[in-house]
């Protein structure tokens, strides 16, 4: 609906019924990643933010990277996860910003990064429950929702996400993290380094995030809509 409502339909909202995207809830539970952890060496020691998505410049990846430089000092421990697929994106590898962003990190000279590529579908769950924080950096109206955030909430993760419209939903509608504004590296790294500091006040309940965002919700929304007409 938030999205709605900054779009031009916003002059139909009366006409407007808000359904959930369709998610398999049953899919994505917390479970142990100590073997995951390894793979990746991400240690119990460290405390990572993770990213999962397609790496293109509408997910403000660059920003995250900024706030990973400010973060250096303030969380020693830190590793920042970047995860999916940096060449066979939608819009064809000329879409991939993977090269500028290593650039970037080299720049930096950041060490604390891991480009992890696709992740299989079998390891969502681990890579998920091994995550401090999720964070969502995206920066403008591509992005309309963002179900990666809700995936990680059922397992069990907090979420930093961008506050524009759609995005922000999901923690808006949980309270499950914060909001950071876009294009901003600081405001994404205090948003960060808040729930490290305060990570049981934004854990995810997870009967709470199926009430909201299930399946049976999405059914249940379709069918009240349908049988309103």
């Known amino acids: ?12 909202l009366h006409k407007t019924i808000e359904v959930p995207p369709p998610l398999d809830d049953s899919r994505f539970k917390k479970v142990g990643s100590e073997k995951f952890r390894k793979k990746y060496n991400f240690d119990k020691k460290y405390f990572v933010a993770g990213f ?3 790496i293109t410049y509408e997910k403000g990846l660059m920003h ?15 590793k920042l ?11 064809g590898k000329s879409e991939s910003i ?4 290593k650039e970037k990190i080299k720049n930096l000279g950041l060490k604390n990064i891991i480009f992890t590529g696709k992740i299989p579908d079998a390891e969502l769950n681990e890579f ?17 929702f963002g179900m990666v955030q809700v995936e990680a909430m059922l397992c069990g993760t907090p979420v930093v996400a961008s506050d524009i419209a759609g995005v922000s939903s999901v923690v ?16 994404l790294a205090d948003a960060i380094f808040s729930i490290y500091k305060n990570k049981k006040k ?10 909201i965002f299930g399946i049976k919700k999405t059914l249940n929304v379709y069918e009240k809509a349908f049988l309103s007409r």
């Open 128 to 144: 998920f429950s091994s995550l401090g924080v999720f964070v969502l950096p995206s920066i403008n109206r591509l992005e309309s």
């Open 1 to 12: 609906m938030e999205y709605a409502i900054h779009s031009y339909i916003r002059k139909f």
């Open 172 to 187: 808006k509608k949980t309270g499950f993290g914060l909001l950071a504004e876009p294009k901003n590296p600081q405001a």
């Open 64 to 78: 995250l990277i900024g706030a990973a430089k400010i973060l250096e000092a303030k969380i020693p421990n830190m």
């Open 98 to 101: 993977v090269p500028k962003l």
């Open 202 to 211: 934004f854990l995810p309940k997870r009967e709470d995030v199926i009430k």
């Open 52 to 54: 999962l998505g397609r």
């Open 81 to 91: 996860a970047i995860a999916g697929e940096g060449v066979q994106v939608a819009g």
